[in-house]
């Protein structure tokens, strides 16, 4: 897996409380639970990562990261394949790719963006993302995004008729009349709904449509794409090798969204973009409402994507609290790459204790 010379690595699990409340058409999410993870090099430096896996999307629990972390150990630092599909694998691949990346740039004094791209970019767009309640709640955050200097909000549909989405989205059209609207629809609806969702959502002027038919309904959403009268952006269809295939053969999305907590890493990421633009998609980058460490993550590979779409990276302020002294949040609707080599982030001891439901358990290499 690397050439450096690594000790240790170790671990600490967490939870996060959330700002409020958040519901999506996936669920509801008020506590974000997690893996903290750091490898030490010979010379006493940490890359650090996280695995924050979404129970709600099917990618398992933290617990499932922790019980890989106890039965592979540091053996992990040699090879992830022998993880498969295993509850928490992606998580803990993204998190050991973040990791090592981290020690890689802090050795050559850059930032992990550089690691991928010549000119990586100094800031990128962020949208706001907006998720479920009534439209007067819904157009209020609107306007406090826009105060806050956005110019890119996303709501979440899907999540109750089709109806109730349409009076949400014109209550928000009606408060932010200058701002550019998006939609996720977190696979909620079928082709036939998204059809009638065309219909009803098209006067609102809307950018673009996030994965509104389910991930393994690459045809379905091939024509749903054939007949929009906005963007349409695959999220969890690009989940899998065998989705991701198809998509690209179909042309079936005009964009495709990166995770790197879904997808396991930035470097799956970085790959799925540069075959996404052989076939003329385009890529934005988001989080999973991770910790400020993986705001971090997605953030260099926004930074290094060939793209000023906005990105989705603007989940910190749903956080109650974080594992770094201070968490990752835009400015004016911009995220600026941090300065410093390596990720640019590091755990905080006494905001990590704080929201720790673990120790630190670490191994030794060849342990």
């Known amino acids: 897996m690397t050439d450096l010379q690594l000790r240790a690595l170790r671990w600490r699990p967490f939870a996060l409380p959330m700002s409020a409340r958040f519901q999506a058409a996936s669920g509801v999410l008020d506590t974000r639970e997690g893996v903290l993870l750091q490898i030490e090099d010979g010379d006493g430096r940490y890359g650090t990562g996280e695995a924050s896996p979404m129970p709600a999307m099917g990618g398992g629990t933290a617990a499932d990261v922790v019980a890989l972390l106890k039965e592979h150990g540091a053996s992990l630092l040699d090879g992830t394949d022998h993880l498969g599909s295993a509850p928490g694998a992606a998580a803990l691949r993204c998190a050991l790719d973040v990791a090592m990346l981290d020690l ?51 709501l979440k549909v899907g999540l109750a008729s089709l109806e109730e989405d349409t009076a949400r989205v014109a209550a928000l059209r009606e408060a932010c009349p200058e701002a550019t609207i998006r939609l996720d629809a977190n696979c909620a609806w079928d082709e036939d709904t998204t059809l009638r969702a065309f219909e009803a959502l098209y006067r609102y002027r809307i950018e673009l449509l996030e994965q509104p038919t389910a991930p393994d309904d690459i045809e379905g959403l091939a024509r749903v794409r054939e007949k929009a009268p906005m963007r349409i952006a695959a999220d969890e269809s ?42 003329s998609i385009s890529a934005f980058a988001t ?37 770094t002294a201070g968490t990752l949040l835009p400015r004016a609707g911009r995220l600026a790459l941090p300065t410093a080599a390596g990720l640019g982030v590091a755990p905080d001891p006494q905001a990590l204790a704080e929201v720790a439901t673990a120790g630190w358990t670490e191994v030794a290499v060849g342990a």
């Open 104 to 154: 890689r740039a802090d050795a050559g004094d850059r930032p992990i963006a550089a690691l991928f791209s010549e000119e990586p970019a100094p800031w990128v767009h962020v949208n706001a993302v907006i998720g479920g309640g009534p439209p007067e709640e819904v157009a209020t955050y609107g306007r406090e995004a826009m105060d806050a200097g956005y110019a890119v909000l996303k």
């Open 238 to 279: 690009v989940d899998t090798p065998e989705r991701f295939e198809r998509l690209l053969e179909l042309r079936a999305a005009d964009f495709i969204v990166l995770k790197p907590m879904f997808l396991g890493g930035i470097t799956p990421c970085v790959e799925q973009a540069e075959r996404a633009a052989e076939h």
């Open 287 to 323: 989080t999973t409402f991770d910790s400020s460490i993986g705001i971090a993550a997605s953030l260099h590979l926004a930074a290094a994507l060939p793209t000023d779409a906005a990105q989705g990276l603007g989940t910190g302020a749903h956080l109650g609290a974080d594992v």
